[in-house]
């Protein structure tokens, strides 16, 4: 099939939401996709971090084959091994304390399921999360998004208990919390925003007010998590400990998979009715999550994206050019602000077999793969040089 088919029957059957590019892919291989005319790109998006192992990895594909020959879906109303398995594997990355997990389908939900179980626990309404953050399309998620853009025409579904702070501004938040607070939730690295990065005193002034107030503290690491930052989750790098975590994205590489993430006192509180899901942590997916994990271990993928990723940023911030703004991020989550030629520059570097990601105006979001090595860096490095010289 070419593209042209692809997209005349996408018009006549698919809603119309997405801004689609153009391509259309066969299959990848590591860094790599291939469109349907056998031509070849090399991935600095991950399907927006998602596949962070990169594609058809051998382990990873050969675990979800052999379950998905076994056994792909089965009730929660029984016990579930594989479950179990990648509960436990989650807890061994995951801060000590923060080892009970709720398995769920994406952010959105992982989100979702996070802000029910704040208010849950603390009997409290009032939800805070930052401006300019992005948590999510599901209403309750759509709420906590500090971005008005998303919440256009939806309004109507949204509840009045959200209200939101400025991003790394600790006085904002200070004179936020109050006694009504259930839980404030906010993005290590605020990823759909621009890839805008906080201080290291902004998260322990929200740990510390949380604490004292009695909220909880939500960790948005649905893109941040698992790697992506050069720690396994993002708020790793600000040594501050938060009561709930939200992953997805790149938690089962590829499959779609949420989890929310806490403590056993608090995750008490959800008893049998209080939450579900039909599909959240079926055996297939599990699968994959431990595979997923297994595979960062194996390959040191952690350690390659703080390394990888301070070389790339490192690069970048040397070439001289009044189009760059500002190089930020950390690990393998890097946004380049560009002053007016971003989706310029997309264009080209898909001319040239690059895909990148262009988010919040004029920033370049690169969030490839954790398996990328600096030879990769050094081809984008290259294309970006040749494109403003």
């Known amino acids: 099939m070419k593209i042209d088919e692809v997209k005349e029957k996408g018009s006549k059957y698919l809603f119309q939401n997405y801004g689609r590019i153009d391509l ?48 792909v879906h089965v009730s929660n109303l029984y016990q579930v091994k594989e479950q179990a398995d990648a509960a436990e594997a989650i807890a061994s990355i995951t801060p000590k304390g923060l080892d009970h997990t709720l ?4 952010g959105a939900e992982a989100n979702e399921g996070s802000m029910k179980v704040a208010v849950r626990y603390t009997g409290k309404r009032k939800i805070l999360s930052a401006l300019n953050s992005f948590h999510g399309r599901t209403a309750g998620a759509l709420g906590a998004t500090g971005q008005t853009k998303y919440q256009d025409t939806f309004q109507t579904l949204i509840s009045d208990c959200f209200d939101y702070f400025d991003y790394d501004s600790f006085e904002s938040v200070k004179s936020m919390v109050d006694k009504d607070t259930a839980a404030v939730i906010v993005e290590p690295i605020q990823g759909e925003g621009g890839v805008r990065t906080a201080s290291a005193e902004f998260f322990k002034t929200v740990r510390d007010v949380c604490t004292d107030r009695g909220a909880l503290m939500i960790v948005d690491e649905v893109q941040t998590g698992m790697g992506r930052t050069g720690r396994w989750l993002g708020i790793d790098n600000f040594n501050v400990i938060p009561d709930i975590i939200s992953l997805a994205k790149a ?11 806490t403590t056993d006192e608090i995750s008490s509180v959800m008893t049998p009715g209080t939450h579900g899901t039909t599909f959240g942590g079926t055996p297939l997916v599990c699968t994959a999550v431990s595979a997923t994990i297994d595979v960062m ?10 390394d990888v990723g301070k070389y790339l940023k490192d690069r970048v911030s040397k070439i001289d050019s009044d189009e760059i703004v ?9 946004g380049i602000e560009m002053r007016s030629k971003a989706s310029d520059f997309q264009k080209y570097c898909r001319d040239n077999g690059i895909l990148i990601n262009v988010c919040h105006g004029n920033t370049v979001r690169l969030i490839p793969p954790l398996i990328m090595k600096t030879s990769d860096a050094d081809i984008f490095v290259e294309t970006l040089d040749r494109f403003l010289n």
Not at 103 to 106: A, D, G, I, L, P
């Open 326 to 334: 500002d190089v930020r991020g950390y690990g393998l989550m890097i």
């Open 297 to 306: 271990k194996e390959e040191d993928l952690v350690q390659n994206s703080h």
């Open 103 to 106: 398995f769920v389908n994406s």
């Open 251 to 261: 938690l089962g590489g590829g499959v779609p998979v949420g989890a929310v993430v």
């Open 24 to 71: 259309c892919f066969d299959h990848g291989e590591g860094m790599y996709l291939y469109d349907l005319d056998g031509r070849k790109y090399l991935d600095l998006v991950a399907g927006i971090a998602v596949n962070s192992i990169g594609y058809s990895h051998p382990k990873w594909v050969n675990a979800i084959q052999k379950k998905a020959s076994e056994l």
